[in-house]
């Protein structure tokens, strides 16, 4: 938990860079506005993340789950922010599929052929549970 009110500000150059990235190159923010949206960014994730809370709890979950932040969203009446969010979750969990499934074996190069047999036999007969 955070010890000063401070602790919870996002980082400054994170939210330098989503203003950046979010204007016409020929606006020019200045501190003060950025210092003010980084305070109401850091306020809106910490009510979302207490609405979410309320729904994991309510679940009786104590981890919080995207699907969590989607009804907190659709509560609070963020319904702009609900299928953009349901992409990324979209994405993060198939990226995620994909680093874990495995790597293919390297082929042996030093006479072990039958090994590399049994292994491959081994692995589809794990994929049909034989």
């Known amino acids: 938990m955070a ?3 401070e602790d919870l500000n996002l980082p400054g150059a994170t ?3 989503i203003i ?3 204007l016409p190159e020929s606006v020019i923010i200045g501190k003060d506005a950025r210092a003010a949206l980084s ?3 850091s306020v809106f994730v910490l009510f979302l993340t207490s609405q979410a809370s309320q729904e994991a ?3 009786k979950r104590k981890t919080l789950l995207g699907l969590d932040v989607i009804k907190a969203l659709e509560e609070l009446e963020f319904d702009d922010f ?3 969010l349901q992409r990324v979750l979209k994405d993060f969990k198939e990226s995620k599929n ?3 499934l495995p790597k293919p074996k390297k082929p042996v190069e030093n ?3 039958d090994i590399e047999e049994e292994q491959e036999d081994e692995a589809m007969d794990d994929e049909t549970g034989d």
């Open 111 to 113: 006479g072990n052929e």
């Open 98 to 100: 994909k680093k874990a």
């Open 20 to 22: 950046k990235e979010s």
């Open 39 to 41: 305070r109401a960014a």
């Open 57 to 59: 709890q309510r679940e």
């Open 3 to 5: 010890e000063k009110l």
């Open 82 to 84: 609900i299928e953009p």
């Open 15 to 17: 939210v330098a860079r």
